[in-house]
């Protein structure tokens, strides 16, 4: 969780300073749900995410320098430095969406590839509470309980959607009883143990055949919807705080495992070290790394190498620079 928030830490400082530029939403907040969720399922198993995507793709095993490098869109990201903020994977990780919810029936597919190969493994698919209003998620849910496919649809419900308030976009902000026919849990995204306990009740209702399942994980985010949101004209700064001060899950955690004697003010201390040195090492790289060429614009379009043979059309010319 620690590491998640110095990246994303670090991503918003380099943004300001011109150096990442585009779409880019950030997570800090919300890392209990993607350290909780990944306790919970095995690295086998899949996950989807809308364009929030950063914390998933470190926790499904990218290093924080390739995240950061596909932030500044150099050579060494993990999309190559073309996919950005919104569209890095990773084995078994589809990325982030840039389409509100168009990630939930993809989910969907995922579990049904899953179903039809017969091995028992589950998909993750997440969304915003922005985005369950949408009609294709309900789509998605009917196919997924009318074929019993091993899905776990998971809202992180961070009460805003974009600048505006459950309460103004939803006529139910109950996003876990949304299914109707699929079962629901409520989970307090801000525990890391919370989620993860959910996480694996899940997983194992799914793996013992019994379709989907709905969780809505109740969190926060720090920062606005994206950098170009200041995020405090539809909530105050108040409001963040005092979610900071009481309900922050990296300090909760941290207090737990100190008032249970389970680790030491030192060892914090010697981690936090190593995290902030590591994302430093990360930036350094993001910064300094190669821009991929020209000429790699048009690679990793189609599965082949071989020109498409449609008329007019041929990625395959020669490019030039006009700038």
């Known amino acids: 969780m620690q590491t998640v928030r110095r990246m994303e830490l670090k991503a918003d400082q380099l943004y300001k300073q011109k150096i990442i ?12 749900c993607a350290v909780g969720i990944e306790s919970g399922i095995n690295p086998s198993d899949h996950l989807i ?17 390739e995240i950061l490098a596909e932030l500044t869109g150099r050579k060494g990201g993990v999309a190559k430095g073309k996919g950005g903020s919104m569209h890095m994977y990773a084995p078994h990780f589809y990325g982030g969406n840039g389409i509100v919810g ?15 190969q017969g091995n028992n493994q589950v998909c993750v698919s997440l969304y ?14 009917n196919m997924a309980a009318l074929w019993k496919l091993p899905c776990i649809f998971i809202c992180e419900n961070n009460k805003y959607g974009m ?4 309460e103004r976009a939803s006529a139910s902000t109950d996003y876990y009883k949304r299914g109707d026919y699929i079962p629901g849990i409520r989970v307090d995204g801000m525990d890391v143990l919370c989620v993860r306990e959910a996480t694996k009740f899940a997983a194992d209702h799914c793996r013992a055949g019994k379709g989907p399942i709905i969780m809505e ?11 170009s949101d200041p995020g405090v004209s539809y909530r105050t700064r108040d409001e963040i705080q005092e979610v900071r001060s009481k309900s922050d899950p990296i300090t909760m955690l941290k ?3 100190l008032s249970n004697n389970m680790a030491s003010v030192e060892e914090f201390k010697e981690i936090d070290i190593a995290i902030r040195k ?6 350094q790289y993001a910064t300094s790394d190669p821009e991929p060429p020209l000429e790699d614009l048009c690679n990793h379009i189609y599965s082949n190498d071989s020109p498409l043979e449609v008329r007019g059309t041929n990625p395959w010319v020669k490019l030039k620079s006009v700038s």
């Open 217 to 227: 994980l109740q969190t926060y985010r720090y920062h606005g919807h994206s950098m």
């Open 21 to 32: 530029r585009g779409f880019c939403h950030l997570y800090d907040g919300q890392e209990a």
């Open 163 to 166: 600048g505006t308030s459950v």
């Open 49 to 65: 995410t809308a364009y929030r995507a950063h914390g998933y793709t470190y926790t499904r095993g990218i290093a924080v320098k």
């Open 102 to 116: 168009a990630q939930v029936p993809l989910g969907a597919g995922i579990a049904l590839a899953c179903q039809y």
């Open 278 to 283: 590591e994302v430093e090492e990360a930036a």
């Open 255 to 257: 207090e737990r495992m």
């Open 128 to 141: 915003g509470d922005g985005a369950a209003n949408q009609g294709q998620l309900f789509e998605a849910y």
